[in-house]
């Protein structure tokens, strides 16, 4: 394979898809990373509840890779929709669970910053299934973008209806990760 046709393929990539996906897992590997830092034990609902949620994200890239391949197939957006959508749900089922089983719950998130967590995934979940709506009954795939847009607000629109458990959940969160940081043993290099 020469580099001309390498090159030739790789202008063929939907990055925005792609770069769209990994967005998407990034955020709810924080997500997730987040969700067990307030969580102090596990039980078979949470550990059942984790794997769902992992099966779905270790599912993504094949309704990614079906958008990619049958461009203009509705059919793909709305698999992809439903794949994000089941995420968010599991997630948010992770985090209400161990909020409210106090078997579980850590004592140091408060009740405003748990419900600020939740509300921004199922801010996502109710953008993914207003995509799957759209391009059902549109039956044109463009109107799968106009989700990635709702995506984007959220962050926006939900630091204005929560403000102080914004702050305060983003600034725990940058206390605990400078007290790790500084808990590391330094790295000797012979």
Not at 86 to 99: D, E, K, T, V
Request: glycine letters at 4%; one cysteine or more; aromatic letters at 12%.
């Amino acid at each position: 394979m020469t580099n001309e046709v390498i090159i030739e393929n790789l202008q063929t990539v939907p990055w925005n898809i792609y770069l769209t996906t990994f967005a998407f897992v990034g955020i709810y590997w924080v997500t997730h990373i987040h969700t067990f830092e307030v969580v102090k034990g596990t039980d078979a609902i949470l550990v059942w509840l984790n794997l769902l949620f992992l099966l779905f994200v270790a599912f993504l890239p094949l309704p990614t890779e079906l958008v990619n391949l049958v461009e203009g197939s509705s059919g793909a957006w709305v698999l992809y929709f439903a794949v994000l959508f089941s995420i968010c749900m599991f997630l948010a089922a992770m985090r209400i669970y161990g909020a409210r089983t106090s078997k579980l719950s850590v004592e140091r998130e408060l009740p405003a910053e748990a419900r600020y967590s939740i509300a921004r995934t199922l801010w996502a979940a109710a953008a993914f299934l207003v995509g799957i709506a759209l391009v059902t009954i549109s039956r044109n795939p463009i109107y799968g973008e106009v989700v990635l847009v709702l995506i984007l607000l959220r962050g926006p629109v939900l630091r204005r209806v929560f403000p102080a458990a914004h702050k305060s959940m983003w600034a725990r969160h940058r206390e605990a990760t400078a007290v790790a940081d500084d808990e590391r043993p330094e790295a000797h290099v012979s």
